[in-house]
């Protein structure tokens, strides 16, 4: 992740290190997405695919990383089987 403003290096602070930008919405929100991955994955192991996917696909519109995109096109897959 980077700064939105400056492009920065996010080093996982509040406020940029380069440009003193807020960057407390954007900690929020990648927070959020790891919890949304954590439950996709729970629910992978619960056999609750449908939720799985959905919880991986909901992560990956909030903060998308390539680890994400893998636990979002896997869930969709095996809950399409």
Known sequence: MTCPVCSARFR???????????????MTLAAQA?????QARAAIAAGELQTAAER???AQRLQWTKSGEMLARIS??????
Do not use: K
């Open 76 to 81: 969709l897959v095996i809950a399409e089987i």
């Open 56 to 58: 991986a696909h909901a």
């Open 12 to 26: 996982g602070a509040r406020i940029c290190s380069r440009c003193g930008a807020d960057l407390t919405r954007l």
């Open 34 to 38: 790891w919890q949304l991955r954590e």
